[in-house]
């Protein structure tokens, strides 16, 4: 069982920069692979971007050369790093966890996921 805590959302200006963060419970962290997905309101839930266990990135284009994703195996910890935010990425951005050897980009392959942060860009 893997629980994942969201933090750092909130409100920002087009254009500034926000780094969210996934803690995680449990001691395998590191033979999961990660995803963050954004939902916007009345819209479905998006894949962003994923790292998997071996560190090999996967970005939505939508979102290439803005926003970046690591991991800290060792702080069971996952990061989203947003910059030149749009208005279009407002949405509550969740992360999730993968016990497969890829990154998913599809929602319901995913095994467990946190409660979502909110992201508002403000133009």
């Known amino acids: 069982q893997v629980q994942l805590v969201e933090s750092g959302g909130g409100l920002v200006q087009a254009g500034g920069s926000l780094r969210l963060s996934c803690a995680a419970s449990g001691r395998t962290f590191s033979s999961y692979a990660m995803g963050w997905f954004r939902q916007a309101p009345g819209k479905e839930r998006d894949f962003v971007i994923g790292?998997?266990?071996?560190?090999?990135?996967y970005v939505a284009d939508s979102v290439k050369g803005r926003f970046s994703i690591s991991r800290d195996n060792a702080k069971n910890t996952v990061y989203l790093q947003m910059n030149s935010l749009k208005a279009e990425d407002t949405a509550i951005y969740y992360c999730?966890?993968?016990?497969?050897?890829?990154?998913?980009?599809?929602?319901?392959?995913?095994?467990?996921w946190g409660q979502g942060t909110q992201v508002t860009v403000s133009s």
């Open positions: 999730a966890a993968d016990a497969g050897r890829i990154v998913p980009t599809t929602p319901n392959r995913y095994d467990y």
């Open positions: 790292i998997s266990r071996s560190g090999r990135t």
